[in-house]
């Protein structure tokens, strides 16, 4: 399957790398699936603190949490013990309560997994909340523009 162009790295992304551990693996040698998903979740959340995002002072002062509502995964190729990835984050966009992330895990073979992901802004209760105008600016860092409907 070919890999949309709306996967492609970007200056606008965010690039976290990765080394792939033994407790990452299963017994194949290759990375289990659900672990991608901590790697995304890793370079989501050194996305913002490279935007200046503080996600516990956000929460210890107004009670805002960063939950993932849906994600679509793609797995194209496995990665290995010791292989050095890149997870590459971009926002594609920000709406309301919620955004929508493209993330690339990728070797330097190229891209290994593709996630697509939403993430919906909640209060302490769960319920959505819009997004802090200061957040919603901050995340524009990593915002791919012109790739359509979010």
Not at 60 to 80: H, I, M, Q, T
Not at 130 to 149: D, H, I, K, M
């Amino acid at each position: 399957m070919p890999v949309s162009r709306q996967h492609l790295p970007c200056s606008s992304s965010h690039v976290f790398p990765v080394r792939v551990y033994y407790e990452d693996t299963d017994a194949a040698g290759i990375v289990y699936h659900a672990n991608y998903f901590r790697f995304a979740e890793r370079a989501r959340t050194e996305m913002l603190r490279s935007a200046k995002i503080d996600q516990s002072a956000l929460f210890g002062a107004l009670g805002l949490r960063f939950v993932v509502r849906s994600c679509k995964v793609e797995y194209l190729k496995p990665a290995r013990l010791d292989d050095e990835l890149e997870v590459h984050t971009k926002i594609v966009c920000i709406r309301g309560v919620s955004l929508s992330a493209n993330q690339i895990v990728q070797s330097e073979h190229g891209p290994i997994t593709l996630l697509d992901s939403r993430i919906a802004c909640v209060s302490e209760f769960g319920r959505p909340v819009p997004w802090p105008v200061e957040v919603r600016s901050a995340l524009t860092t990593y915002l791919q523009v012109n790739q359509g409907s979010c």
